[in-house]
Nanobody, 123 residues
Framework: QVQLVESGGGLVQAGGSLRVSCAAS????????MGWFRQAPGKEREFVAS????????YYGDSVKGRFTISRDDAKNTLYLQMNSLQSEDTAVYYC????????????????WGQGTQVTVSS
């Protein structure tokens, strides 16, 4: 059973930065691609970023390119999302995801989801 626990969400002013983390249990962490999604109130869940099992292939959603950075630390079984230049439109619940493939893009089906962490950007 895979468990994903997000942390690091909170309230930040527009233009600020925040880093969210996802701690994963099990050996799955270093084997498969992982990613971040987000869902704002009244909107569909949106792809944010993904990183391959090796860390060599990274994809970003168009709305976060140049502002967000995804990374992984296999020694700590932890996935990160560094968010800079935050805007009010970035307000959402951010979800960690694990795939069952080694490289994943925006439309690749997710295998496991975390419970989410709220990020609120005040303008």
């Amino acid at each position: 059973q895979v468990q994903l626990v997000e942390s690091g969400g909170g309230l930040v002013q527009a233009g600020g930065s925040l880093r969210v983390s996802c701690a994963a249990s099990g050996r799955i962490f270093s084997t498969y691609a992982m990613g971040w999604f987000r869902q704002a109130p009244g909107k569909e869940r949106e792809f944010v970023a993904s990183i391959s099992w090796s860390g060599n292939s990274i994809y970003y959603g168009d709305s976060v390119k140049g502002r967000f950075t995804i990374s992984r630390d296999d020694a700590k079984n932890t996935l990160y999302l560094q968010m800079n230049s935050l805007q009010s439109e970035d307000t959402a619940v951010y979800y960690c995801a694990v795939y069952n493939v080694r490289t994943a893009a925006a439309t690749t089906p997710v295998h496991y989801w975390g419970q989410g962490t709220q990020v609120t950007v005040s303008s």
